[in-house]
């Protein structure tokens, strides 16, 4: 069993930036990929970037292009993404997931079976 508990979200303006972090515990965090997804009302889930074990980033999703980045620290066991020049179409539910066997796609939420409670991001124009 893995837990995972997102935090940081906030309402900033325009421009800002959010550092959101996903604290795991039981299970071996550092064998697992980690994505994000996040989901805006009446909007599917989205994904938002994925990494493996060992720190690699395997993709971001299209939207991303340079402004947010992911990272994590496996001694504290701590999923991070990184955030900057937040946009009004950034405001959503952010989730972490991960899963204890091999994520064939990483972009398919349904290729997840642990997810954190999500952690609102609000971002005002």
């Known amino acids: 069993q893995v837990q995972l508990v997102e935090s940081g979200g906030g309402l900033v303006q325009a421009g800002a930036s959010l550092r959101l972090s996903c604290a795991a515990s039981?299970?071996?965090?550092?064998?697992?990929?980690m994505g994000w997804f996040r989901q805006a009302p009446g909007k599917e889930r989205e994904f938002v970037g994925a990494?493996?074990?060992?720190?690699?980033?395997?993709s971001y999703g299209d939207f991303v292009r340079g402004r947010f980045t992911i990272s994590r620290d496996n001694a504290k066991k701590t999923l991070y993404l990184q955030m900057n020049s937040l946009k009004p179409e950034d405001t959503a539910v952010y989730y972490c997931?991960?899963?204890?066997?091999?994520?064939?796609?990483?972009?398919?939420?349904?290729?997840?079976?642990?997810w954190g409670q999500g952690t609102q991001v609000t971002v005002s124009s």
């Open positions: 039981g299970g071996t965090f550092s064998s697992y990929t």
């Open positions: 990494i493996r074990g060992s720190g690699s980033i395997i």
């Open positions: 997931a991960t899963d204890l066997d091999v994520v064939s796609t990483v972009g398919l939420p349904r290729e997840y079976e642990y």
